[in-house]
């Protein structure tokens, strides 16, 4: 029974506790900056005439001391992403003057589960997205090399994954012309308005199978040459020739409702028609 009121008593408080916390936070303004900008947070002392009261700002619940200005204004330079949260002007007495969240807007973080599933010359990279920055992300960018190089010759250079700049609706994309039996290091990251984001790196390692090396190759034969004109210029071609049919179709129903109504108009004409003079005179 004791430890049933117990445990009812922390409930109740922690309830309590995070009520009043959400409700204080759910009150706070926002100010949003770009990184590397300045913001300056304003601090109204208790007499406005008086500007030499002493206050002090908190940030996260620790105190700061610097980059305070004469009017009690809280001056941030050269913004980064751990200047952003929650900060208080506080009076001697505790007072709170003022209290804002502040916001910093930075190039995308890094992507989360990133993966690659290789097949033998193919393979196919995965990602999620966990944070833009604070602005919408423009585009995804990968790249691929591989991890060891033979002796004679150089490392290898990043290769980027066409298309160059992957859609941002996307969440995985195909990486083509791939050794079989080899490491991969792979490469994606998110670009926004401010840049790029933090790049993050995978390694994998393709399979071995003889009979999907030789039809990979043969299903990717030419496709860095291909022209897509020549896709467009078969589907005009293709569209021409269903117009011509439809067309050809529409004729030969018109011919074939209207025919049959003309002759029947020629054959009750006056001179066929049964009992005239001239179909008498042919039966004597």
């Known amino acids: 029974m004791f430890i049933a009121y117990v445990a009812d008593f922390l409930f109740f408080s922690v309830f309590i506790g995070g009520f009043c916390l959400a409700s204080e936070e759910d009150g706070v303004s926002e100010l949003r900056a770009d990184e590397g900008g300045n913001l300056t947070l304003p601090c109204a002392s208790g007499d406005e005439d008086d500007i030499a009261d002493r206050v002090s700002w908190i940030h996260e619940g620790r105190t700061v001391d610097s980059s305070v200005l004469q009017n009690n204004s809280l001056f941030l330079q050269q913004l980064k992403r751990e200047d952003a949260g929650i900060y208080k002007c506080t009076s001697e007495n505790d007072e709170i003057l003022y209290h804002t969240r502040v916001i910093v807007r930075t190039p995308p973080p890094r992507l989360v589960n990133v993966t690659v599933h290789p097949s033998t010359i193919l393979a196919l990279l995965r990602w999620d997205v966990e944070d833009t920055g604070g602005y919408p992300i423009s585009h995804y960018t990968a790249q691929y090399r591989l991890k060891h190089s033979p002796a004679d010759q ?61 039809l990979g190759r043969h299903l990717l034969e030419g496709a860095d040459t291909f022209d897509t004109r020549y896709w467009v210029a078969a589907v005009a071609v293709v569209m021409g020739t269903l117009v011509v049919l439809a067309l050809g179709t529409c004729y030969a129903l018109y011919r074939e409702c209207h025919l049959p109504l003309s002759k029947s108009n020629s054959n009750t004409s006056p001179q066929c028609r049964p009992g005239s003079p001239q179909q008498q005179t042919t039966k004597v």
Do not use: C, M
């Open 154 to 214: 150089p490392p290898d250079n990043w290769h980027r994954v066409i298309p160059g700049r992957i859609s941002p609706t996307a969440s995985q994309i195909d990486v083509y012309k791939l050794d079989p039996n080899s490491t991969y290091i792979f490469e994606v990251w998110a670009s926004n308005e401010l840049g790029e984001g933090e790049v993050v790196q995978v390694e994998a390692t393709t399979q071995h199978n003889n009979e999907e090396i030789e």
